[in-house]
């Protein structure tokens, strides 16, 4: 996996070589959450709750460790970044819809996931944010049978959209840790 762009098909092989069944997206979207959850980046039980709720457990080894850990690091620089740089890790665009679609609502499912492991207290969050997991949860529940026409992929780009930018303004309210981890050290594993 290069630095700064995440390969959903790349990540995907990885998995099913290492014998993790489990999508990329859903992966991606529980690590979102843990950060978006308030998770600090210097908690390393991250990689035990992870291996817990998508390997039965069992520790990651060789490179399945390793890109785990690149794609956990990955999300910290792009949740840091200023310009709303988070990318989901979803299907190319090429996909056939169906197929993104699907993994989107994957992805919000892992989401949802990841920050109630971390955040489990919802008094304390704001009315945004306590709308935004409503509208995670809506999502998550969603028929996933588009049609492969313009106004479906429209469709799904706006979804798609709103989910990025959602993600975000959970982590600008709650995910202190991480920015208080990344101001204090220069690194963010």
């Known amino acids: 996996m290069s630095k700064n762009e995440i390969s959903y098909e790349t990540f995907s092989a990885m998995l099913s070589q290492n014998n993790i069944i489990v999508d990329a ?30 390997n039965q457990g069992d520790g990651f080894t060789g490179t399945a460790k390793t890109d785990i850990t690149d794609l956990f690091n990955e999300i910290c620089q792009q949740y840091l970044d200023a ?31 990841g920050f109630g492991l971390h955040q489990a207290d919802l008094t304390a969050c704001s009315a945004d944010v306590k709308e935004a997991l409503e509208d995670f949860s809506e999502i998550a ?13 429209q469709a799904l780009f706006e979804v798609m ?21 990344n101001t204090s050290s220069t690194s963010v594993h």
């Open 25 to 54: 997206s859903e992966v991606h979207g529980i690590l979102c959450g843990m950060l978006a959850g308030g998770m600090s980046a210097n908690d390393q039980s991250w990689l035990e709750a992870l291996s817990d709720v998508i």
């Open 83 to 113: 310009d709303f740089a988070l990318q989901l890790c979803l299907p190319d665009d090429a996909a056939p819809i169906n197929e993104r679609g699907a993994a989107l609502l994957v992805w919000v499912q892992g989401f949802l996931l």
């Open 161 to 181: 959209e709103y989910v990025r930018i959602t993600a975000m303004l959970c982590f600008n309210e709650l995910g202190k840790p991480l920015i208080d981890d």
């Open 141 to 153: 529940r969603m028929d996933e049978e588009m049609n492969d026409d313009e106004e479906s992929e």
